[in-house]
Structure formats: C-alpha cells, structure tokens
C-alpha cells in the first residue's frame, strides 16, 4: 500500500484519500464534496449534512464543520440515548438526591448542598462565572468546530442535557451562529471549561456572538435575528455544556488534518530539490528501506522513486550528471525518508489519539441510564490530546528544519553550484537572500513552540483541582507550528522552482515538471527583484489546498500499485542516471 496507517480502528490512507474527493460516512449514507483546507477549516464547494450519532466524526468530518456548506443533523438513536438520559437526570432530581453539580456546588463547593429551587439558578451562575477567557476570540470557523465537536459528545447520552437544548444548538449551528469564545483560558481539566463557558453564553442570549447576518453583536440580537431561541437550563445543563475537553481536541483535529496534508506533500517538494540540486535517488532504493520497515520512512521512500524515476519521461537534470562520481549526498536528501517517515507515522499515530478523544464522553459526573447510576470520574482529563498535539508538533517542525537546510543548499552557490541566491544578475538583485532567512526564522520559532506544554501543571480550584493537561496551549501551538511549516515549505518550493531557470533547457520527470509548472501558473521566474510576499502566500495556498499532491496523485498511485506487484518494479542499478554503487 501506498500507506496504510492504522492505529486502533482508525485508519488513514495515504494512498486513497484524495484532496479532491472527501467520502464521509454516516448511518450507511456516504456523502460526496469537493473540498479545500483553508488557515481555519476545510472549505467544501456543496452543501452536505453530516449525521452525528457521537461515535463517528473524524477529524476531516469536524474540519469541515467550519464552512457554511456543512450542516448537522442528529441520528435518531442518539435522540433516544439522549432522552433516556434525561429522562433518569429528571427522576434522580425528583428524589433529591445528592450528586455532584445537580445538587450540589462544583469544584471545591462540592460539599455545599443546593436547594432544589435553586438546581436551575445554579447552572446559570456556573456558565457566567466560568466565562472569564482572555485573549483574540477563536475565529467563526473554528468556533463552529468547536460547537459542532460539543454538539457531537453530547449526543452520546451520558451528560444528562435535553434533547430541546441539544437541538437548539444544532439550530444555531446550522445559522452559523457562534459565541465569542476567547482563545487562552483553558488549563485542559476539569475540561476546558473557560471556553466551553464562553461558546454557551451567547447561547443564553448573553455575551457576544457572530453570524453571517450580523456580523459581532450582542448574543440577544444575533439570535434574534436568525429566529432562534436562547438556551434554557435545566438541572446539570450547565455542565454538560462546558465539562469536557471539545477545545483543544477541535483544534486538534485542524492541526492534525492539516499536518497530513502538508506531510505528503512534503515528500513531492523534497523530490524536486533533490532534483535540481543533483542529488543522487540511491538512497531510496527498495532494499533500504525494506530491512528498516518503518511504515512512514517506506511510504516516503516510495513516493520519492515514483516522483524521480520514470521510464517514459526521465529526468534530463538526472541525465546530465549520471557520471558525475558522486556516492552520497548531504543528510537533508539522502535521509528524507528517514525523517519524513517518521512525521507520517507521528500523524497517523495523533490522528488515532484526536479521533478517539472527538468521540468520547468527557463530562463528570456521567449518566449510565441503562444501569441508573451517575459517576463521578475523570474523563474531562486532557492529557491525551494534550500530549498527542505536543508530539505533534515537535515531529511536524522537523518538515520545516530539514526544509530550511535544503533551502540553504539551493541558494548557497558553493553547494548547489547554481547562482547565488538563485539571481542571474547578484548584487544588484538579492534574490531568494532574506527568502531563507525569514525560513530561518520561522524555523526558530517553531523550535520554542515545541516545548511541551503538557510538560506543566499548576494545581487550581484549591487544590481540588490539583494535576492539569495545559492541553490548550497544546493545541494552539500546534496548529501555529503547522502553518510555520507551510510556508517554510512554500518557500523551498519556489526555490527549487526558480532553481530549475538556470538548469534549462534540461527537464525533471514528468510528475515533477507538472509540479513546477503548477508553481508557475502564480509565480513567474524571478528575473529582477520583486515584491515576494503574495507569491509565497499563494505557494502556502497551493499547499493548504492539496494542488501539489493532485498533480502528482496518478503517478503515486501508479507506483504503489506497481510495487505491490513486483518490489523490484523500481529497483534501481548501476545503469539508471542516478544509480551508483557505494
């Protein structure tokens, strides 16, 4: 296979999923959308309804809940589920029995027993007190995944809230109305429940919330003016809606789609400029990689032979130096699978983590209906995603730093042999110059967002509360150390582009042409100086997208299919341009 991950039932295909064509597969109906990773979700070109029964969602599914083409439906098992619920909820109230956050205040209150004319008064206090998050609001399409990933744990029918409200929620999710939810606040447990807090407030009319209609206004106006109603709550409602680890889960779910996405594309860009640096494809031999069978580092080396060799269409560059004498090249081209590789296995491995986590009741106390008890445990604990998305980021910042080095190589005249900079007239013009050094930059950056939040807990409620995930900041720096690695891959990208200017009017493979090609339909040979920045921007937006896996997306099936027939399909020898003997 071209890779089949797979971590518990859970599996991504690396080969199959295409950036084109997104299957979604609820209740046995499977819809169909063209789809587009943006900064803040998946876009989608038709209008599609996703079921939630509150096992299913996957990543991909929740990415896409940014965009106003995707709306919710609930199954009608999880109605039942959910009426079940409250129906004991309800029964357990009418005997006034004491349970914790029904009956009884939360955190270090729990000892504090609540009046049964106050249980409704009790839920309201709990959302506006919890609502005291600092910082810029998440952006509408990220505060929709967040909503939706809410929406989706309490369908499962543990939390105990009402179908009616349940509904409500869906009703506002399908306006595209959002509550102002402020990005910092959460430590990840008891949940995160700052922002959870926030997101229910403009669900009770109060606060902010945002919709296409109005745009920011007071939550009153904003629902009233997509005819909806404000959340009553009833008894445990308000924690339902904020007792779980939704937050950084939702954005762990972007981070995690999009660093697939970027992943894969990776191996393409690598390609290229080891292509134009002259570089030997030796090192991706099938036997190489076959005696250090690590799924990622296989996946990687045999997208990189399917992109350099080819038959039909060799690469000229690769021609031009078939007796050049070198053995090995630098570790930033002989060792991409290597390191490449095990990206890929850190995603398949975090995806699994994120999609189990999306699908999980994280509420306390959780309601058993079926054996009418309500438990108090820890399942709003975040340290699953909270370290998963740690490794996330600390395995995808590697693209970006072997990407930088790479980059150096091509600008470095002494050694790639090309122009310095990759100008033809240096001096006068600085070229690709301050290119890699924002490169450098971004690298750094990442190198400090890497350090693990997770690592840290500070004890909060009075020491009730006395081991927390910090999953938030997890999450949230996660995602920023993708979008890092994005551009600093767009930047080799152009550079490996601009590099093949001066190695015309030789060819690369068929595949990498097409790539560079795409690369110029935005981006023109750089002659004289300009003004650089739109053009990465748009590189980063080809990337986002998936354009430069679609292009080569045949030819890598093609291989995978062939090598699963024969393992020496693409064996290389002596004889091949590239081929030399260690």
């Given amino acids: 296979m071209e890779g089949n991950f797979k971590y518990s039932n859970y599996n991504i295909d690396y080969a199959t999923e295409r950036a084109s064509e997104l299957s979604i597969k609820n209740n046995n109906s499977i819809l169909m959308s063209q789809q587009t990773v943006t900064g803040d979700c998946v876009m989608v070109e038709k209008p599609i309804t996703l079921v939630i029964d509150g096992n299913s969602l996957t990543p991909k599914d929740l990415s896409m809940c940014g965009d106003m083409n995707v709306k919710l439906a609930l199954s009608k098992e999880c109605k039942e589920k959910v009426n079940k619920a409250r129906k004991f909820l309800e029964k357990i109230v009418d005997e006034n029995k004491t349970v914790y956050g029904i009956t009884t205040g939360f955190g270090t209150f729990s000892n504090v027993q609540i009046s049964p004319k106050e249980i409704e008064q009790l ?103 997509n005819n909806l109603e404000a959340i009553k709550l009833g008894p445990k409602e308000g924690l339902a809606l904020i007792n779980g680890t939704q937050m950084v889960t939702s954005l762990g779910a972007l981070a995690v789609t999009k660093a697939f996405n970027l992943a894969r594309q ?15 494809t030796r090192a991706y031999d099938f036997d190489v990689h076959r005696v250090r069978p690590h799924r990622g580092q296989g996946i990687s080396a045999r997208r990189l032979r399917a992109l350099l060799h080819s038959d039909n269409n060799p690469s000229e560059i690769a021609e031009s130096h078939r007796n050049c004498g070198k053995v090995q090249d630098a570790y930033t081209l002989r060792c991409v699978p290597q390191v490449h590789g095990v990206v890929h296995d850190t995603i398949s491995f975090v995806h699994g ?119 938030g900041f997890s999450a949230r720096k996660a995602l920023t150390v993708v979008e890092h690695v994005e551009a600093v891959l767009a930047m080799e990208l152009l550079a490996a582009c601009q590099a093949m200017e001066f190695l015309k009017p030789l060819k690369s493979t068929e595949p990498l042409q097409k790539v560079y090609e795409l690369v110029r339909t935005i981006s023109p040979p750089l002659e004289n100086d300009r003004y650089m920045y739109p053009e990465i921007q748009h590189v980063i937006k080809l990337i986002r997208e998936n354009k430069i896996y679609e292009v080569v997306e045949e030819r890598l099936i093609e291989i995978r299919d062939l090598e699963e027939i024969n393992p020496n399909a693409m064996r290389m020898n002596a004889g091949s341009p590239t081929g030399i003997f260690m």
């Fill in 353 to 471: 983590i994120i999609q189990i986590e999306m699908n999980s009741a994280t509420d306390n106390p959780l309601i058993f209906a079926d054996r009418e008890e309500i438990i108090s445990g820890g399942n709003f604990h975040g340290e699953y995603p909270a370290k998963a998305l740690d490794f996330l980021a600390i395995s995808v910042q590697e693209l970006a730093q072997i990407s930088e080095r790479r980059l150096e190589r091509l600008v470095n005249t002494e050694l790639s042999g090309l122009p310095t900079f990759l100008t033809p007239n240096g001096g006068l013009n600085s070229g690709f110059m301050t290119v890699q050094l924002c490169a450098a930059s971004l690298v750094s950056e990442n190198k400090v967002l890497c350090h693990p939040a997770s690592a840290d807990s500070i004890p909060t409620s009075c020491n009730q509360e006395d081991h927390v995930s910090m999953g």
């Fill in 123 to 225: 839920q309201v206090n709990l959302i506006r007190s919890h609502s005291t998050g600092y910082g810029s609001p998440l952006p509408p399409p990220r505060a929709r995944m967040l909503l939706a990933l809410r929406i989706n744990v309490l369908a499962k029918g543990h939390s105990g809230i009402s179908l009616e409200n349940i509904e409500k929620l869906i009703k506002a999710f399908n306006a595209f109305c959002v509550s102002f939810v402020p990005q910092q606040g959460t430590v990840g447990c008891s949940g995160d429940l700052c922002p959870l807090a926030h997101l229910a407030l403009g669900m009770l009319g109060e606060g902010q919330m945002w919709s296409p209609r109005t745009g920011w206004d007071d939550a009153h106006k904003v629902l009233k003016a």
């Fill in 266 to 280: 990776a191996d393409i860009i690598a390609a290229l400029s080891l292509d134009v640096l002259k570089g030997t």
